[in-house]
C-alpha cells in the first residue's frame, strides 16, 4: 500500500528566505507525483506535476525534483513571500496510473513572515 | 469555462442524518473522484465514478455512496451522518487518466 510523508508538519520563515519542502513516498512505481497548494478551508490548486520519466518541473519561483529510486521529492520555493503562505501537498496516483485517484501526504503548513 | 463547482459550500447537520454534496466537473472531463480532508490532514480518496459506475473505492464505510449522471455530474451521498464525519468534502475531475481538478470543497459540520 503506497503511504505518502511530508516533512516538517509546519514552517515558519521569514520572507525572502529559499525554502525546501520535503515529501517522501514508500512505492517507488509511481507514473507521475504532484504538488498542491491549498489555502485555509479551499480546494487544492495544482502546482507542479512530475512525470515518472521526469527528474525536475519548474514553474516561476518554484521547482519540484523527483527521485523515484529513493522515493522522494522536493519542492523548492524561491525568495518566498507572505502570499506564499498556505498548505502545500504532495500526491501519487493511488494505483501506479494517471488520473484523479490520488495518495496524498499530510501537508506542509508554511507560514512566510513579512 | 468553469471549472469544478461544488454545492453547497458550507452545510450543518446533526448526527443521524443524511446529506448529499454535489460536483460539476470540469468541461469535458467524464471522471469524477471524492475525498475527505479532515481538519489537518491531507485528503483521504473515497471513491471515483466513471461511466456512471462506482470503479474503485477508497477506505471508506457502505454508509458513504455516490452516482454519476449521464452530463458527468455526480453526488456523494452520506447516510446516518457521524460527528465524525465533519470534515471538508472535495471532488476532483479529469479526463479519465489525465491530470485532476479539483474544486473549492463543501465543508460539512455534524452537530
Known amino acids: 500500500k503506497q503511504e505518502v510523508t511530508q516533512i516538517p508538519a509546519a514552517l515558519s520563515v521569514p520572507e525572502g528566505e529559499n525554502l525546501v519542502l520535503n515529501c517522501s513516498f514508500t512505492?517507488?512505481?509511481?507514473?507521475?507525483l504532484q504538488w498542491f497548494r491549498q489555502d485555509p478551508g479551499k480546494g487544492l490548486t495544482s502546482l507542479l506535476l512530475?512525470?515518472?520519466?521526469?527528474r525536475e518541473q519548474t514553474s516561476g519561483r518554484l521547482n519540484a525534483s523527483l527521485d523515484k529510486s529513493s522515493g522522494r521529492s522536493t519542492l523548492y520555493i524561491a525568495a518566498s513571500q507572505p502570499g506564499d503562505s498556505a498548505t502545500y501537498l504532495c500526491?501519487?496516483?493511488?494505483?501506479?496510473?494517471?488520473?484523479?485517484?490520488?495518495?496524498f501526504g499530510g501537508g506542509t503548513r508554511l507560514m512566510v513572515k513579512p | 469555462d468553469a471549472g469544478v463547482t461544488q454545492s453547497p459550500t458550507h452545510l450543518i447537520k446533526t448526527r443521524g442524518q443524511q446529506v448529499t454534496l454535489r460536483c460539476s466537473p470540469k468541461?469535458?472531463?467524464?471522471?469524477v473522484s471524492w475525498y475527505q480532508q479532515a481538519l489537518g490532514q491531507g485528503p483521504q480518496f473515497i471513491f471515483q465514478?466513471?461511466?456512471?459506475?462506482?470503479?474503485q473505492r477508497g477506505n471508506f464505510p457502505d454508509r458513504f455512496s455516490g452516482h454519476q449522471f449521464p452530463n458527468y455530474s455526480s453526488e456523494l451521498n452520506v447516510n446516518a451522518l457521524l460527528l465524525g464525519d465533519s470534515a471538508l468534502y472535495l471532488c476532483?475531475?479529469?479526463?479519465?487518466?489525465?491530470?485532476?481538478?479539483f474544486g473549492q470543497g463543501t465543508r460539512l459540520t455534524v452537530v
Open positions: 468541461s469535458g472531463h467524464d471522471t
Open positions: 476532483a475531475s479529469s479526463s479519465r487518466v489525465a491530470r485532476a481538478f
Open positions: 500526491a501519487v496516483p493511488l494505483n501506479n496510473n494517471a488520473g484523479n485517484m490520488l495518495t
Open positions: 512530475i512525470q515518472s520519466s521526469q
Open positions: 465514478y466513471y461511466e456512471e459506475e462506482e470503479r
Open positions: 512505492d517507488s512505481a509511481i507514473y507521475n
